[in-house]
């Protein structure tokens, strides 16, 4: 099998914050996988968080046999941007030859739209009810918060768009004295969702707390093996391609979470469509669909993904899958 690996930039519409820092375009990788007659691509965005780089990802790569499936890779690479990139590149290739969609590969039932959240950026309270404003229309925002002052950001946003329903994600940036003290504000401000307020290293401070909103594991959670970490602590596990190391274990992770009494959100990084294409499967019935990374660029592939009224629609086969 023939792997190439390409960096490719998308320049952002606008500067794109968390707690963590500021961005003004998204990296990624793309894998091409060709057995000669047919390609399947995939891309992934490494992500510092996880100390990953875009030279450490390519190199683990470039460090893959000559020859292997779906089932090997599992045990060829860790969880993570590398595993995600070649797995769905995978999944591609598998469908071309085969001449079906990915739906039919897993034996899942043809995918629909589902409506997916929109992420504020996090900003000073007055940019952030403009930007509510601006996107007040939306069923569903995501705030990125993550500071000790966020009160006024969340009041603002509210303002600024009153009728949608408001997620929020602390990017960990929240201690549990932070968190204790917003948490009695968040049904009163229409909060549907929060996701990691903790450190994943210190969200044991989680157990035995009042959550009066479900609370869901981002950073806490990457694969299966999370799992039983995060009884007692979360109400819903955030499942990421990035994290899981592609669509084969995004599959059972969601399996098992579901199993396990968890709720599923299905998140994603800042990428591409193609980036975005997998995880359209993985968002079927799921509690809250986050895959704008699209909406978030000023440029985008060829053949993107649907975004309408109905929320963000499966791939045409030109763009995956």
Same mark, same amino acid.
């Given at each position: ?63 893959? *046999?000559? /020859? ?42 043809? =995918?629909? =739209? ?35 002052? /966020? ?10 768009? +009153?009728?949608?329903? #408001? #997620? #929020? ?5 929240? !201690? ?22 903790? =450190?994943?290293? @210190? ?10 909103? =479900?609370?869901?594991?981002?950073? !806490? ?17 955030? #499942? ?31 990428? !591409? ?26 440029? @985008?592939?060829?053949? *993107? ?8 629609? +499966? ?7």
């Amino acid at each position: 099998m023939q792997v190439d690996v390409s960096r490719d930039v998308f320049r952002l519409a606008q500067v794109f914050t968390i707690s963590r820092g500021s961005r003004t375009k998204a990296e990624v990788l793309t894998v091409r996988l060709s057995d000669g007659t047919h390609q399947g691509w995939g891309e992934c965005v490494p992500y510092a968080r996880y100390d990953e780089t875009l030279a450490s990802v390519e190199a683990e790569i470039a460090g893959l *046999p000559a /020859d292997f499936t779906r089932d090997s890779l599992m045990g060829l690479l860790p969880a993570g941007a590398a595993r995600n990139a070649v797995d769905c590149a995978l999944w591609d290739l598998e469908c071309k030859q085969a001449g079906k969609r990915a739906w039919e590969l897993a034996g899942l039932p043809v =995918p629909t =739209p589902e409506i997916t959240a929109y992420t504020l950026s996090l900003d000073t309270p007055e940019a952030m009810r403009a930007q509510a404003a601006q996107n007040a229309h939306r069923p569903l925002l995501k705030i990125k918060l993550g500071t000790p002052d /966020d009160m006024p950001r969340l009041e603002a946003v509210r303002t600024g768009a +009153p009728k949608a329903t #408001i #997620i #929020i994600d602390a990017n960990e940036g929240w !201690s549990a004295e932070v968190y204790a003290d917003l948490a009695p504000h968040l049904v009163r401000l229409g909060v549907a969702l929060v996701e990691q307020p903790l =450190p994943a290293g @210190d969200d044991d401070a989680l157990f035995g707390m009042e959550r009066p909103v =479900p609370v869901c594991a981002d950073e !806490s959670c990457h694969d299966r093996s999370s799992l039983p970490a995060l009884t007692g602590k979360y109400d819903v596990v955030n #499942i990421k391609l990035d994290k899981t190391g592609g669509l084969t274990e995004a599959l059972q992770l969601r399996e098992a979470a579901l199993a396990e009494g968890y709720s599923v959100m299905v998140g994603c990084m800042v990428g !591409s469509s193609l980036a975005m294409a997998p995880a359209t499967l993985l968002a079927q019935g799921a509690m809250v669909t986050d895959l704008d990374g699209p909406l978030l660029l000023a440029e @985008d592939r060829n053949t *993107p993904l649907t975004f309408d009224d109905a929320g963000v629609h +499966p791939p045409e086969v030109a763009l995956w899958g």
